[in-house]
């Protein structure tokens, strides 16, 4: 493997989101934030993020929609998207998911489906060579170096012929990518498809890590969720203490999504991982690795030296003409992925494979065979949950109306009307399919509904797409009722 230069400090670190936002600002001791990348808009940053960064306090941006282990090249608007918020955060990196998040469309020539969630790659060489590539695409089109993560599961793809260690390793190998390492998700794949996270450490190229992920969750009925809704538990942590006696972390956070409990909690839990990381030898902040390495800022975080093609550099600021360098290169990059490729083969393998796995999950297709029909229905039940989660947050107005009803009609309505165009329009999508059937059978809940999605489905452009008549059909229908 291509020699790997000494990463900067980031130091200790917590996942920043609008609902602790106030309690981030006021926390002693965080070196650095990371935001979801998806939640931020460049032009118009949340304040709490400006007075962050006016205190020196690094921004990271975590994107979770790019699904760079899909079998398509990654969309240039995302790539583009996630390239805006790194320039404005001023983040010296960014940061993504080893995992696929839609499958289906043109390489299968079927409906384009949505996850809504982060799935598990097969340790294939196929998925491999894709992952490879796309990852090489990415790292042309963006202005800072990439990190990527490791994943949660609950199901295991038959016919894997790596492990994950040995997969993370040849992928540092051929792209120079720094790793995203999630602690958690480790102890996840242990208790849900009996990996031993000593194992993968033993593989891991821990010379390329950029920083640390550790979150919570909980068991039930022999299956681990990565909720980030929980307490990091002792074994979350013991990982931690295995990775950190290995290497000095450049940076670890924590992650927090949902159910925040008080301030005092999460200080606590970041307490506890800086003790942690003192009893197996290391410091979180330290400006120096085992070995004596010079001292580095985050902005100077570089990757791999290496001939590798798509390596890149470190951050790309300084001028006009840093900027354009990166910005042509990209623009080369996602040009020649447009034509044949040696990789198209295994894209149209793998973009079968997922789609069916995935059409499984959403969508209530035969399950493909090799996968434990009993863990995908795990599976889909929390990815149907998640949808009623998210759609709940986008569109509050419908648990408000449909009341207790909401959630099991959500959840009825989910397996047979698979998502397809983000939540925004899974909401407009299950209020268009309740009013079509008559309900809710309330008729004041069913008026309030019925105005709601007339209100947001807004005017239908004429069309010959089925799509728009069947949009026009639908308003023609209850403006009658």
């Not at 790659?121 to 089109?141: F, G, H, K, S």
């Not at 006009?320 to 623009?331: S, V």
């Not at 105005?451 to 009658?480: I, N």
């Amino acid at each position: 493997m291509e020699r790997l230069r000494t990463l900067g400090t980031l130091g200790t670190g917590i996942g920043w989101r609008p609902e602790i936002a106030d309690a981030v600002e006021r926390m002693p001791g965080i070196d650095w934030v990371e935001a979801v990348a998806e939640n931020v808009c460049p032009g118009h940053l949340p304040e709490s993020l400006l007075r962050l960064r006016a205190r020196g306090v690094t921004v990271v941006p975590h994107g979770v929609s790019l699904g760079l282990g899909g079998a398509d090249r990654p969309d240039e608007g995302r790539l583009a998207a996630l390239a805006e918020r790194a320039e404005a955060l001023g983040s010296p990196l960014v940061t993504e998911h080893i995992a696929f998040v839609r499958a289906g469309g043109a390489l299968t020539a079927s409906p384009l489906l949505e996850a809504g969630h982060l799935l598990p790659v097969p340790r294939t060489r196929d998925a491999l060579d894709v992952l490879c590539e796309n990852v090489r695409i990415a790292q042309a089109a963006l202005p800072v170096p990439l990190a990527v993560e490791n994943i949660a599961a609950l199901i295991s793809w038959p016919g894997e012929e790596m492990t994950e260690g040995q997969f993370l390793y040849d992928l540092v190998e051929r792209t120079g990518v720094r790793l995203l390492i999630d602690v958690a998700n480790l102890h996840t794949n242990h208790v849900n498809r009996g990996e031993d996270p000593a194992k993968a450490l033993d593989e891991l190229p821990v010379e390329a890590i950029a920083y640390v992920h550790v979150a919570g969750g909980f068991e039930r009925d022999g299956v681990w969720h990565d909720s980030h809704a929980h307490p990091v538990p002792q074994p979350v942590l013991d990982i931690l203490a295995d990775l950190a006696s290995r290497t000095t972390p450049p940076g670890v956070l924590l992650e927090r999504d949902e159910n925040f409990p008080e301030p005092g909690e999460l200080e606590r839990e970041l307490g506890a991982i800086r003790k942690t990381l003192e009893k197996a030898g290391t410091r979180a902040g330290a400006s120096a690795g085992a070995a004596g390495a010079a001292t580095r800022t985050a902005a100077e975080l570089t990757v791999a030296e290496s001939t590798a093609v798509g390596a890149i550099a470190g951050p790309r600021r300084g001028g006009a003409d840093a900027q354009a360098a990166p910005r042509a290169a990209g623009t080369e990059a996602l040009s020649a992925a447009s034509t044949s490729t040696p990789t198209d083969p295994a894209r149209q393998r793998l973009a079968l494979a997922q789609a069916a796995l995935l059409s499984a999950l959403v969508a209530g297709t035969p399950v493909p065979e090799g996968f434990d029909r009993v863990r995908l229905g795990v599976q889909a039940r929390a990815l149907a949950a998640k949808r009623a989660d998210v759609v709940a947050k986008v569109a509050p107005e419908l648990p408000e109306i449909l009341a207790e009803e909401y959630r099991p009609a959500f959840l009825t309505y989910a397996p047979g009307h698979p998502m397809t165009g983000g939540y925004r329009r899974d909401a407009l999508d299950f209020a268009e399919h309740l009013l079509l059937a008559g309900r809710p059978e309330d008729a004041e809940a069913r008026r309030r509904l019925r105005d709601w999605w007339l209100e947001r489905s807004g005017p239908t452009p004429p069309s010959r797409h089925p799509a728009a008549r069947l949009a026009r059909a639908t308003r023609r229908v209850l403006l009658r009722r």
